[in-house]
Structure formats: C-alpha cells, structure tokens
C-alpha cells in the first residue's frame, strides 16, 4: 500500500530526499531509484532500441504531487525539460483535491488499422460484399496475433468508408477494430492490416495500398473531470470568484479562436506528453490524436471545457484520444520507464489512460489561472531565470543566487546572466 501523494515540501527537498519519500512511501524501493541515475538507460540498451546510437539524451524525471484520481493517490512522473509543468500540475491537482479530486474513464483500447482498396468499378458493390465477410475477415486478422486473442483482446469490428479523393480518384477503405488491451497497439494493428489485405483483395477484386494503423485513436478515448470550489481558487488579492470568472473568459477564447486553441492546446500537452514521455509510449502518436480531435468537427477548437456549475464551483473537463500502454516497446525495455510505471501503480492501459488525462486538465487549470490573472511570465520566468543563468555558466550556489537576482531586477535575460556571472568571479 502505498502512501499519499500530498507530500508536504517535496519540491524544497534535495534528490536523495526525494527519492527516499518515494521509498518510504513505497512507490518505489532502492533498486528502482538507482536505475534513475544517467536517464536510466546504458548506451549498450540503447543501441539495440534504435539506430546509429552514439550516446544518450537526458530529460529531468520529475515527479509531480497531490494527485487524488478516483479516489487513489497517485503521484506522476513526468519526463520534461521546460520549467514551471511539474510544479504547475502539482499546485492544481492540490487545489482539486478540495473538490474531491479528478473523476476519470478511459473506453476499452480499441485501435483502428486502415486498408486503402484502390482500382474499384464498384465501390458500392466492394461495400456490401466486405460487410457480407465481415466474419471470415475478423477470423483471418486474429490468426495474426493469437497471444493478443488470448489475452482477451484481438479484431472486434469492421467499417467501410468511401474516400472521393481528387488526387487518386474514390477509392475505399476498411477499418479494422482491433482491441489492443494493455499495449498502444500499433504493431498489433499493423500486423493485422498486412494479414488481411490479400482477403481483401480477393473479395473485392481491387488493389489495396497502403495498410496501417491511424493515430487518431477516436474509440480509444479517455476523459477527465474536477469542480475546484471557488474558495479554493482565490490568492494574493484575488478573490476566488474573480479568478474563476477569468478563467472561463480565457476558456472562451480559446473555444472560439484557433489560433488560441493551439496554444491552449499546447499547454494541455504540456502535462500529457511528460508523462506519455515517461512511460516509455509514443508521445507523438498521442499529439497527432490529440490535434486531430480537436479538429474533428471541422475546426480547431478547444480540447478542454470549463464552466460554472450550480454550486459555483469552477468545473472542467477533457477528452481526447489515449493510445497508451503499459506492456511492449519501449515502456517495458526501457528501465526508466518501468520505474515509472512501478511510480503510478497502474495495472490497465485504461488506468494510465485516466491519469494522463487528468493530468492534463491539471496543466490546463495551471495555464489558465496564471494567463488570467499575474500573467504567465510571473512564476514561468522565476522558474526559468535558473536555465538561464545556467546557460551563461552559472554552476552550483551561484545557479539560485543569479537567478534570485534576475528575478528581483525583472531582467531574465541572457545577458544580464552573463554579466552578473562575471562579476561573481571577480
């Protein structure tokens, strides 16, 4: 059993003493903290994960607090180089414990695989004949991988789409519905697709091309919801009402404006891929999904909505696709990323799903509350002012004391950082 994730100062702590409250708390034990050290990875693993290695790139592991998600504390790795998301996400998944915390779900792991059909006399006659074999089609993609059939997973459906393409002419193509269970499920999809295209082929009598999964992953959904008492909300001469009025004006925004949306959108991601990073998954297959959806009715919109509930209470909410697993690639070869995974606790592919999600409607609250009311440079830059100094060859004690100094001058700049680093060696 492990212990809560509202770990008073964690943030004021030292490395050593963070990783002993994760031992402590029995997130984790020694072996698996000795294994953060160098990213976690040797260079002999990673020349076999990918090509050409000629060494490591690290990012900070962080961790963020506070998090109550279904009522399970939860503390979150988070794999990020930018300053300000770990603390941001932590002090709002504080703020939503007093409303009792996230509320999230995530649907069964369903993927799509598409088979383009090209050279069709008769797209409405391939139609029907592919829906007549919709059986003999999902026999033959679950001889494509009997562990997943096994496990409880494998195909679950087809649809037929037609495609009136002015480049190529109509053409159609067939999804296939593949429950992936516990793994993001692109080589499973994938797999698939190549077994049953020459099926497809001979029922249709037409060529098929291209033969893969789609990223955007709109079956595969995960949502995550809080209600922040407005009490809660108010700070530093801010009344809680007046933050959570501006914060709805700043949802509004982005609501109606794409060009707001994306960076919205941007700060959302912020907290997702960090912990998508993480655990070892495909973070640019979750960032493709996520634009996509955002974009499903025809234009770039919000991901996230906030509103005023009956209570007053300032509520959000976010959906977006997951396609994120806790077994296969990276996430288990990877020993940083099991060390995650062993962090979070999660025991389902969905149960990650829920915790990514709510962690990105935490970055967004972080997000909004500052655009809405200091501003996003106040906290962004007294956090940043330490990359800088470091930049300008700052090292040690005298990181924190040019980067106070910066701070008080309103002058995070390089510049200044260099100068102040030259006159500390004087």
Not at 119 to 140: G, Q, S, V, W
Request: proline fraction near 4%.
């Amino acid at each position: 059993m492990t212990g809560s994730s509202r770990i008073s100062g964690f943030h004021n702590k030292s490395i050593k003493e963070r990783r002993q409250a994760l031992i402590d708390g029995a997130w984790l034990d020694s072996t698996d903290t000795a294994i953060l050290d160098r990213g976690g990875i040797e260079p002999a693993l990673a020349d076999r994960m990918i090509e050409n290695v000629i060494g490591l790139y690290a990012l900070p592991l962080g961790i963020a607090t506070n998090f109550l998600i279904n009522g399970r504390e939860v503390l979150v790795p988070m794999a990020v180089e930018e300053p300000s998301v770990v603390a941001g996400v932590s002090f709002m998944a504080r703020l939503i414990r007093e409303g009792g915390g996230f509320s999230a779900d995530a649907d069964e792991p369903e993927m799509i695989g598409q088979i383009q059909i090209l050279d069709l006399p008769d797209l409405t006659a391939a139609e029907k004949t592919l829906l007549a074999h919709r059986e003999e089609i999902l026999a033959e993609a679950a001889e494509a991988d009997p562990v997943l059939v096994r496990a409880g997973g494998g195909p679950r459906d087809i649809e037929v789409r037609t495609i009136d393409s002015p480049l190529s002419g109509p053409f159609l193509v067939l999804h296939l519905i593949i429950d992936v269970r516990d793994a993001m499920g692109a080589n499973a999809v994938n797999t698939a697709c190549e077994r049953v295209a020459p099926l497809i082929e001979r029922l249709t009598g037409g060529r098929t091309r291209l033969r893969i999964l789609s990223n955007l992953a709109d079956r595969r959904l995960a949502r995550a919801r809080c209600a922040i008492p407005a009490a809660a909300l108010a700070f530093e001469g801010w009344s809680g009402e007046a933050v959570r009025e501006g914060i709805l004006e700043a949802y509004a925004f982005a609501a109606a404006d794409p060009h707001r949306a994306a960076t919205h959108n941007k700060g959302i991601m912020n907290g997702v891929d960090a912990v998508v990073l993480a655990t070892g998954n495909d973070w640019r297959a979750v960032e493709a999904g996520a634009h996509a959806y955002a974009a499903r009715h025809g234009t770039y919109t919000s991901l996230s909505t906030w509103e005023c509930d009956g209570e007053g209470r300032l509520a959000g909410y976010l959906e977006l696709p997951m396609a994120a697993g806790i077994i296969g690639g990276a996430t288990r070869v990877h020993p940083a990323a099991r060390a995650a995974l062993k962090i979070l606790g999660v025991r389902t592919a969905r149960e990650l799903a829920e915790v990514i999600v709510s962690v990105g409607l935490a970055q967004n609250l972080a997000a909004l509350r500052a655009l809405s009311t200091e501003g996003i440079q106040h906290g962004h830059m007294r956090l940043h002012a330490r990359q800088v100094a470091i930049a300008a060859g700052a090292s040690g004690e005298a990181v924190d004391r040019i980067a106070g100094q910066m701070v008080a001058e309103h002058a995070v700049r390089t510049d200044r950082a260099e100068a102040l680093v030259k006159q500390l060696r004087k």
